[in-house]
Each structure stands twice: as C-alpha cells, then as structure tokens.
C-alpha cells in the first residue's frame, strides 16, 4: 500500500514523486517508458521552470548537462519586432532549453534518490475502485506483459494529454477548443544562429519557432496553421524546406546549416483543461491541463502544478485540511495562475498578428523600455499577470479618444 500512485514519470510526474518522498510520503512512479527517453518537443522552459528547478535543488544537474541558456528573446511579426530581455523570476532571467532526453532522466533520477520507488516500461491497464473511490492500479510490465495490482490513498495521473487516468475516472474537460495548429521541426548543428537569443518569426499561415538547444544543436521548427496540414503532409520534407523558404533569410540559415534529424511532427494538439481531481484521484501536468505548444507553456506549467499539487497532497493526507479541500484549492491557483497566459496561448495558436494600430499602442507603453519589453514577456509563462502589468506600465498606454 503506498500514499501516492504517480502514472507518468516526465515533467510532472516525476518532479511530484520527488516532492512528495521528500515530504516523507511513501510514492510509487510508473512510466510505459525507460529513461533516457526521447520526446518531440521544442525544449524553451521559461524562467519560472529553471527557478522551480533551483528551489528543488536540482538545478546544478541541469546545467551540467550543458542546456542553452538564453537571455534575449527576439520576435518578428510583420508589422514590427521585439528584442530584449526575459521577465526575471527569482534571479533566473533566461531560458534554459535541454532536449527532454536528457531533462527527463535527470528528474526520474532525482524521484528515486529522493526515495520514490520507480518502476519502468510498466503501463496502466485501470484502476481499481471501491464504490465510486478509486483505491488503486492496474497495470503491466511492458517487456514480460505481467499484470499487477498496487493500492493507494490517491492515483495521480501525469500521464499526458491522453491520459488513461483522466479517460478511466471520466475528469470532465472545460475552456476546450479543437488543434489549431501542426508542429514540424528539425534538429540542426552548426545553424547560424547567437545561442543567447530565443527566435519566434510570425509570418502566417506560418510561425518559424528557433531554438539552441544543448550539444550545440538547434531546433528548427515550423508552426502551421491547421487548414494547410493535408497538403503540407503529402511531402513532409519538401513542405518544411519550401514553408522555411518563403521567408527568404530563414531558409539560407536553414540551407547553411547541417540537419541531424528527419522533420518531425507533431499533430495531435488540443486545447483544454480537465477537472484535476475528484475521489481517490487527482492530475497534473499536460493531463490537467494542454495548451498548444505554441508558446511553450507546458514544462514550467507542469513543474508549478506538481508543487502545488505535492503541497496538497501533503495537507490532505496529513489532515492538516481534508484532502477534498485541499485539492480543490489545488485546481483554483492552478486555474488562476494560468487563465489569462492559456488565452494568449490560444490567441498565437490562431497566428493572428498585431493591427499596425495595437502595434504603435504597444510600442508607446513598452517605449523601448528593457524592464517594460521583459514584463510584457512575462505575460506568457504567467510570471506577471495582466493586472500587474497594467498596474506598473498602463499609465503610459495612449488615452482612448
Ligand atoms: C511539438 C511540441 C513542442 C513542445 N515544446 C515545448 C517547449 O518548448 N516548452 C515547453 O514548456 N513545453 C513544450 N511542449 C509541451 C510539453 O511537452 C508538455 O507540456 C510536457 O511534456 C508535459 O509534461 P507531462 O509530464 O505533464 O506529460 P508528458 O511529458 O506527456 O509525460 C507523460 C508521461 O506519461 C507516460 N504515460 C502515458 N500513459 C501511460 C500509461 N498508460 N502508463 C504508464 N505511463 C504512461 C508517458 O510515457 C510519458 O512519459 C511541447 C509540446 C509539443 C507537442
């Protein structure tokens, strides 16, 4: 019998196993894979994800494992760009961009050192139920196909967008909206790229998304909106090379540099929240909320909700409040944390640009100002909220006529 069941060993499930052991909580962590383990995705945590990573104590690891650590962000639309710094949060005023191969292992090895026990290629069948409690799991090894059962005071599902935990339980989906998007991309060495500097170009139907990353590759990736994906898939590789050539500089760049990998994608992309919780249950990660990968929002996202879903916990198991109370408050900073930047999200999903009018409106409040430019950025991982950013910079805004 173990406190917590964790289904899904990645961002969040295995960053609220670690949490959880060093509460002294007896957890189980279950993936259907083995770490390392390679996942397509762009790789940009916000500065509110290196700083959760510097309170657990993890950071140090992190960084030997030589991430791109970048300062500027710089965007493009066709009505202007903006360059400047990253919104700060504790000190950490950068992004750090590890391929998931190489961060997702390290958080499985700091559940287990933190007293997790962690059991690998093991997927979820079910759960079990006593009356209308979920109590426990069932589930088999990947490699022998053996089943078993494990029990538990509560299953946590941070097993993903498709989660079997969500699906199994019925945890009912709210702000939901169909893909608006298909995400491609590549992994390039020598790409000219400064490996300080975070690339978003929005020219639509397209957005080029480009990233260093570690070991000295970039991501090159393309975002597309969702009318043009039949055509676009008919010939993958052509398609990104001649997407990537209608802005005629990113594909030189592109041409100039060396591609290690086949264009990848990535089409299943919808948009929702789900109700994180209910008897016996909870989510967290991606499997409490998805957003389209537009803006990355998923990793930093998905390290704050398993820390306030580990505190939670915590307080629900302990009697400190009663567990139903506790998770209740989980889902409320969870939903007002993240309500405004999943909007913003959804708007840049749609690729919709800037009027040349809310671009000089724009331009007036941030006036050329790093700090304004870096809260204005903060916005999207929802290290400031738009109350707060008005409160400091709407003064400036142009007085309506
Ligand atoms: C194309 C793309 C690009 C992205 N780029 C970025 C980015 O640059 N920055 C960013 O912050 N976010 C990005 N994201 C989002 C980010 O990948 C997710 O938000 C993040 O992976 C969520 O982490 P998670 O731990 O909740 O879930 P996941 O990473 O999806 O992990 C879920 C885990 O659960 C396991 N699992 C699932 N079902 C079972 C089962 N039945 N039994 C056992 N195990 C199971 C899976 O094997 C998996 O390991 C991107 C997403 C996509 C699709």
């Known amino acids: 019998m173990y406190d917590v069941i964790v289904v899904g060993a990645r961002c969040a499930g295995a960053s609220l196993a670690m949490l959880l052991a060093r509460k002294g909580q007896r957890v189980l962590l279950l993936d259907k894979e083995t770490f390392p383990s390679d996942f397509i995705a762009t790789h940009m945590v916000w500065p509110p994800g290196g700083a959760a990573l510097k309170r657990w104590g993890i950071w140090d690891e992190v960084a030997a494992a030589d991430p791109a650590l970048c300062r500027i962000s710089y965007s493009t639309f066709v009505v202007g760009e903006l360059r400047g710094p990253f919104h700060a949060v504790e000190g950490v005023d950068y992004t750090f961009n590890l391929r998931r191969v190489k961060l997702d292992e390290i958080l499985v090895r700091a559940a287990r050192r933190a007293g997790a026990e962690v059991r690998e290629a093991v997927a979820l069948d079910d759960l079990l139920y006593d009356g209308d409690r979920v109590v426990g799991v069932v589930a088999h090894e990947v490699r022998t196909g053996r089943r078993f059962e494990e029990r538990a005071a509560l299953v946590v599902g941070a097993d993903g967008k498709n989660s079997t935990v969500a699906k199994r339980v019925g945890a009912r989906a709210y702000q939901e909206l169909e893909a608006l998007t298909a995400s491609y991309l590549l992994y390039a060495e020598d790409f000219p790229i400064d490996r300080t500097v975070d690339e978003v170009h929005t020219r639509p139907p397209y957005e080029y998304v480009i990233l260093p990353t570690d070991s000295g590759l970039t991501v090159v990736n393309l975002v597309l909106t969702r009318s043009l994906l039949t055509e676009f898939r008919a010939d993958v590789t052509k398609s990104f090379s001649a997407a990537y050539d209608r802005a005629p500089e990113l594909g030189e760049r592109l041409r100039a540099s060396r591609p290690v990998t086949r264009v990848l994608g990535v089409v299943d992309l919808p948009n929702f929240y789900r109700v994180p919780y209910g008897e016996g249950w909870a989510l967290v990660g991606d499997a409490g909320i998805t957003r389209d990968p537009v803006r990355a929002q998923g990793q930093h996202s998905a390290f704050q909700d398993a820390e306030l879903l580990a505190t939670a916990i915590q307080d629900g198991l302990s009697g400190t409040t009663s567990l139903k109370d506790a998770l ?74």
């Open 328 to 401: 209740a408050g989980y889902q409320q900073k969870r939903d007002d944390r993240t309500r405004a930047s999943y909007k913003m999200c959804l708007d840049a999903a749609r690729l919709e640009v800037p009027t040349p009018e809310a671009w000089a409106a724009l331009e007036v409040i941030l006036g050329k100002d790093p700090q304004a430019t870096a809260d204005f950025r903060g916005l999207v991982p929802a290290s400031i909220q738009p109350r707060e950013f008005f409160a400091r910079w709407g003064d400036r805004a142009p007085v309506a006529r």
